[in-house]
C-alpha cells in the first residue's frame, strides 16, 4: 500500500458523520471541552501499564474472545487481558502505522472511536464517551501516549473480602484498592472485573454494588491487572439457627462441617444405622458390599470401638488394595498401549504394591516423575508413555500432582490462574529430552518451543523458578513437588480423596485447584492436607480418619431445612456405584460372575483396570476409556442405553437364570420364597425386610396356578438388583 | 479496512439491524423489501410470542471435528492459492451463490438451503466449541448446560414409544446436563449401513417374555415406593426404565429402527455409507414422531491431507467417497426426501461443526482449527431457501458483515422450534435458567 493510499484511508476514517458531531455537541457540556483544552501539560499523565491497561480490560478488549485472542482481533492483538503491557502498548502505539492513537486529533484516535461508537467496531460499544474511561485514554493520548513509569502493583485488597448477610435484597456496595511500588495508594474500584462463579447467584452492577439472588454460598473473583482475588458471599438457608453444640465430633473435620452448618443455618440429618453405615463405608474403601456375615458380627459387636475397628480392617483388606488400584489408575489415565500389553500390566502391578504397602504418595510421585528403564518392567516408567508428547506430560502432571488444568497456558496464560506461557512451556521442557518407547530413558534431543518468545522453553517449576537447561530436570521437579512444605500435591490428593468418600469433592472439579476456585471449606482442606503430609502420604490414614468422622456417618435423611443442599454435608448425599463396583455387586448377588476375556474365571471387574478391556456391560455403565480425562468418571450413551442392557442384556439376565447362581442353588435347598427374600436382602441391601415388606413380597411371589414359581423369583431378584437402595451408595 | 461504515445518530438501533439493512441495499439476497421497519417489527415479535412455528422436529447433522468452510459451502477461488485450496467452487441455479465443487448435489438443491457464512466463536479447542454450538451456551464451571436436543425432549411434548431425542448412531459428549439424565439421547450404537443393524438389547432376552417384563416393571414399583418413604423427592418411577420398558414392549418401536423396510430405492439414494442410512434412520424417526434426531459423522478435524480425507476418502480412489462427497449424497438425499414427503416444512435440518478451519494451509496439507468464521447450513421450518447469511472476509478468515454467534443460531434454532428462547428452565436446585440467553434471532431464517 503506498503512502497516498493509506493517507486516504486515514482521512476516511477520520471524518466523523455531521450527524455524529451534531450529537456529540449537544450531549456534551461546553465545560468539558473547556477543561480538556485546558489540560495540555504533562501533568499527571497516566501511567500506561496501571491505569490505561485496566480500562481496556474492564472493557473486555483484551478478552480471550477480543482482542485478546492468541491470533487476535481485526489484525489489533493485545495480550489477554493485559499480560504483558510491553507488547500491548506497542501495539496500541505504533503497530498499524500509529493510528490506533492520534496525536493531531486525539479523540479522533482508533482506540478511541471504535470502542466508543464513532467508527464500526466488531465487538459494539464497549467504551462510554461520557465515562471515565473515555477521559482517561483520551487525556493519556493527548499527553503523548507514554509507556510511564511502569510501575508494579504490589497489594490489591477488595472491601469486602467475605460478606455475610440475612437479607437477600441488600445491595452491597464493593470496593478494590491498589498499592503500587511507587507507593500510591489508588481506589481501583471500577476499574475491577468482577466476575461471579455463578451468574444467576449473583450480580454486579455498573457501579460496582453487588447483589445476590440465592441463598447460600457464592463466589465473586475481583480481577484488576495480575490479581484475581475470590470475594465470598454467604446468604444462610433459613432464618433460624441451629444448636451444634451436643453434636457429636470426632475431629477436626467435624469442626469444619458443623462451623460451615452453623453459619449456613442448616440443620444436620441424624446419625446413619449401624447397617447403613457398613454398607456405605465397605463400598466406599473396597469396592464391595458387605458380607452378610460380617455385617451380623458386627450388628452384635457392642464395643464402642466398633467402627474403628471395622473400617482398620477394612484398609487392611486386599480388597482395599483392588479397588484402590483401579481409582490411581483411573486418575493417572493408565490405559494399554498398542501391541504392548505388558505396559500396562507392569504399571498396574506396581501401581498395586505400592498401595499394598501402604507406599507414601510423595514416594509413589517421585517414582513416576523419575523412573526411567524398560517400561515392560519398570513400572512407574510408564507414567508419561501414557500421554503422546512432553506437553501431554505437562498436562497429565498438571491435573494429577498440581490439580491445576495447564492447558489454557499452551497458547496464553491462564486467565484464571496464576501460570504463565513460561510454567507451560517451562514444565513441558522439563520432559523434553524424555524417550518415550518401550525403554524410557532421558536423552539429549529433544526441546520444546515457547511460542511467546519463539525460542526452546526453559524448563521450569511451573509458577517458582527455572531449573536451567543442563540435565535432567525432572529429580528437582520432584524434589519441588513432594517436599513438605509445598503442600500442593497434598491439597490435590485429599480432595480426590474427599470426592471418593462424599460423592463430592471440597473444590469442585477435582482437576481444577486454584484461587479463583475456592473449596467450599478452605479451613479444612488445609487442615486435611497438613494432616495427610504430617502422617507419611498416607492413603490409608487420611482415608480412615475421614470414615470415622460423624460427618461421614451422617444418614441420607432429607430434612426440612437440608432438601436444597449438595455440597455442605448436612446429610448423606446419594451416589451411583461406580461401573465395576456395580458389575461386582450383581455378580456377588447372583453368585455368578462375569467372564473377562484373557482373565481367569473369577476375575473381578474392580481388578480390570486397564479400560481398554473389551466389556460391553462395563461401557455402557458408564466406564471411563482414560484415552481423554476422567477425574468425574463419565457416562457413555446416557441412561437409556444402560437400562436397556439391565432390561434385555445378559448382564442380569444371564446370571438370573445359571444353574449356579445364589438363587438356583437356595431353590434346590428347599429354601422358601420368605428365606429367598431375607437372603437376597441381607446380600444387596445390607439388612433384612421390614416384617411388612416382607409380607408385601410374600404376598406378590405367591404362586397362581399357571406359574412358574422360580421365574417369579428371578424377576425379584432383577428388581432388587435394578432398585435405587441397590444401585447407589446412600 | 472495508467496514468502515460511519453512524451514530442511531445508536438506538443495533449495529446489525444496520449492516443489515446495509448488505441489502447493495448486496442484494433476493430476500424482497425488507426494510427498516420490517426489522423493527421482527424485533417487536420475537420480544413477544411466538409466532406459530413451523418445525416440528430437528435432524441435527453434526460433522464432527469441525468442516472446512473453505472445501464446503464458502469457497475462496480469488484468495492465494495457500488460502483457496485444492478444489474449486461450482455455480448453483441461484445466481451469487456458488459452493465447493465437492458438492454437486447440495449445489443443485440450494433453493431450499440457508447457508450462514459469518458464524464466529472465540473457542476453538473441540470440547469447549461442541458445548457452545449444541447448547448456545459457552461452558461453566457450574452449571452443565443442556444441548438442543435435550432442551426439546424436556419441554416438548412426553416420549411416546420412542424416545424424544436420539442420537445416530452415536452421541458427542454434551447431553441433558442439569435437566437430568433422562433428557439425554437416545443412543442407537451400531452402523445403520449394515445388514444386521440393530439397537442394542431392544430385543427381549431369551426366556424373558412380556408378561415377565410387566411383572419385574411392577416389583420395581414396590423398591421406588420403599425409597420414597425415606426420602422425600424421590421421584415416583425412574423414568430411564420407564422409558425403556415402553420401547421394549411397542413393536412399533422396534419397526421404527428397521432400515430394511424401506425400498431399495430410497436406500441407494442416501448411499452406501453410515452417513447416508443414518439420514435415512433419521427421516423414519421423525416422521414417527420424534422431535429431535442428531446424526453424528466423524473425521472432518482434518488437520492433514484434505484432498484424501475431503475428497477421495481412500489414496487412488477413482471416485471420490471422502467426507464430503459422503455428506453432499446423504444430505441432498435427506432434504429432497423430506420435500417429497411432504415434510421439510415441518422438519428443521441444521447441518454443522463445531468450528472451521484455518484459512492458510499448513505444512501437512490440512487445515487447523478456526473459530472465527465458519459455516451453518439450515433447511426446512419454512426458512426461506436460496439465500446466504453474512459473509466472511477475503480469506475466509474473519466475518465481514453480519457476524453470528452460536448464541444468535441457538436463539434462532429455538425459535424454529417453537421454543419461546427465554423461556425458563429450572436447574435441579431451583435455579432458573433460560434456554437462550444474550442470542439474537438471525431475522433472516425465522
Sequence with gaps: MNLASWIGVVVLAAIPHPDALADRA?????????????????????????????VLTRSGCNAGACHGAAAGRGDFNLSLLGADPAADHEAIVHHFEGRRVDFARPERSLILAKPSGDLDHGGDVV?????????????????????????????????????RSDDLTEPVPLRAEAEFDDGVVADVTRWTVWTPLDSAAVTIDERSVARVHRRGQHVVTARFLDRVVPVEWIVPFSDSDFDFSLEPRADFIDDAILRTLTELRLPASPPASDSVWLRRVTLDLTGRLPLASVADTFASDGSTDKRASMVESLVSSPAFVDYWTLQMARWLRLHSLTNEPEAAVVYGRWLRSQIALDVGLDRVAEQLLTATGDSHVVGPANFGRMVADSRGHAELVGRFFLGARLGCANCHNHPLDRWTQDDYHGLAAVFAKLERGRIVEYGTRGAVTNPRTGEPAVARIPGVRDLGDDGDARAELSK??????????????????????????????????????PATHPELLEQLADDFVQNGYSLRHTLARIALSHTYARSGTVLEGNAGDDRFYSRAFRRPLPPEVLADAISDVTGVPDLYPGHPRGTRSVSIIDPLTPSRSLDLLGRCS??????????????????????????????????????????????TDAEIVEHHYRQALGHSPTSSQLQRWLGLLAPSESDDRRQRLEDFVWSLLNSRPFKENH | MSALSLRSDVRRLSRRDCVKVGSLATVGYGLGGLSLIDAWRGRAAAAGTLAAAKAKACILLWLDGGPSHLETFDPKPE??????GPFRPMRTPISGIEISELLPRTASIVDKLAIVRSMTSPLGEHGLANHYLMTGYQSSPVLQYPSYGSVVSHLGPPATQLPSHIAIPESRAFGAGFLGSEHDPFVTGGDPSKADFQVRDLDFFPGVDESRIRRRREYLAEFDAMQSAIEARAPAADPAFE?????????????????????????ARYGPKMFGQSCLLARRLVERGVPFVSVLNV?????????????DGFAGAKVGVGLVPTFDQGFSALIEDLDQRGMLEETLVVAMGEFGRTPKINTGGGRDHWPRVFSVVMAGAGIPGGQVIGASDRVGESPRDRPVTPSDLARTIYTLLGIHPDRELLTSDGRPVSVNQGGKVIRELV
Excluded: Y
Design chain 1, 626 to 671: 482414560r484415552v481423554a480425562v476422567c477425574d468425574e468418571g463419565a457416562a457413555n450413551g446416557g441412561a437409556l442405553p444402560a437400562q436397556l442392557h439391565l432390561l434385555n442384556g445378559d448382564l442380569i439376565n444371564r446370571k438370573l437364570g445359571d444353574e449356579s447362581s445364589q438363587l438356583s442353588r437356595l431353590i434346590a435347598a428347599g429354601k
Design chain 1, 480 to 517: 519441588w513437588l513432594t517436599a513438605s512444605e509445598n503442600r500442593l500435591f497434598a491439597r490435590v490428593t485429599v480432595n480426590r480423596l474427599w470426592r471418593a468418600m462424599f460423592g463430592r469433592g471440597l473444590v469442585e472439579p477435582t482437576d481444577d485447584l486454584r484461587e479463583t476456585n
Design chain 2, 79 to 84: 484468495a492465494p492459492a495457500e488460502v483457496r
Design chain 1, 127 to 163: 467504551l462510554d464517551q461520557d465515562g471515565p474511561g473515555f477521559q482517561r485514554l483520551l487525556d493519556w493520548i493527548r499527553s503523548g501516549a507514554p509507556r510511564g513509569a511502569s510501575r508494579k502493583l504490589v497489594r490489591f485488597e477488595i472491601t469486602p473480602r467475605r460478606h
Design chain 2, 299 to 311: 473425521g472432518w478435524d482434518t488437520h492433514t491431507g484434505l484432498v484424501l480425507q475431503l475428497r
Design chain 1, 26 to 54: 449537544a450531549s456534551r457540556p461546553v465545560s468539558v471541552e473547556g477543561t480538556r483544552a485546558g489540560r495540555t501539560g504533562p501533568q499527571q499523565t497516566a501511567d500506561f501499564d496501571t491505569e490505561i491497561l485496566p
Design chain 2, 243 to 267: 422409558q425403556a420398558f415402553r420401547m421394549v414392549t411397542s413393536a412399533q418401536a422396534k419397526a421404527a429402527f428397521d432400515l430394511s423396510a424401506e425400498p431399495a430405492s430410497i436406500r
